[in-house]
């Protein structure tokens, strides 16, 4: 009898201990207006990830877009701010990129890492044949590109392998293949 009413409190305590939990998880989601539906590690990994971006480029991802292309010799980064009003974006963003170029042509890819919070696929390979790989700062309307470009068919995969991550965890939607 002891053991049986010594169960019951324990499953109760335990059922109000859930519910007060649940209850506190929904009542932070109310509060929070930049709450995403926790619906798998995905969502945390993005929201993870969009704020070391943040932090990294120096500008807020939700007032600008990305683009990453694939092409024939090469490839390109592209950062524009979401509205044509934004001047401090655009600026931010023209900032960024130009620092980004220098730091890629020297073989420094700490800012992606850094993002990611792992090496990209690709990145050993542009900094082993980083002289074989060209960099073109581009300042464009409402913000800049970054159009790498190379002759060796190595280090044109290693392009490849680095911008096809940087679509996929970005969710750009742009295409994996050449364009």
């Known amino acids: 009898m002891k053991v049986q009413r010594a169960l019951t409190i324990a499953i109760g305590t335990m059922t109000v201990g859930l ?5 506190n998880a929904q009542q932070q989601e109310k509060k929070s207006p930049s709450a995403q539906p926790m619906s798998g ?35 390109a980064i592209e950062v524009g701010a979401n509205s044509s009003q934004d001047t401090e ?20 890819f700490k800012a992606p890492m850094l993002i990611h919070d792992q090496v990209p696929p690709g990145v050993p390979t542009m900094q082993r044949l ?8 581009e300042e464009t309307e409402q913000g800049a590109r970054i159009r790498i470009s190379t002759n060796s068919p190595e280090a044109l995969q290693a392009v490849y392998d680095f911008l096809r991550f940087q679509i996929k965890e ?3 939607g742009d295409a994996l293949e050449v364009g």
């Open 19 to 23: 519910a007060v939990f649940i209850a």
């Open 41 to 75: 590690m995905s969502d945390m990994h993005d929201e993870k990830m969009n704020e070391r971006g943040d932090h990294v480029m120096g500008f807020d991802h939700t007032k600008t877009t990305h683009h990453f292309r694939l092409l024939s010799d090469g490839g």
């Open 89 to 108: 974006s655009r600026d931010q963003i023209r900032m960024h990129l130009g620092h980004i170029a220098k730091m890629f042509a020297a073989g420094n």
């Open 130 to 137: 980083k002289s074989d790989i060209q960099y073109k700062f």
């Open 170 to 172: 970005h969710k750009t």
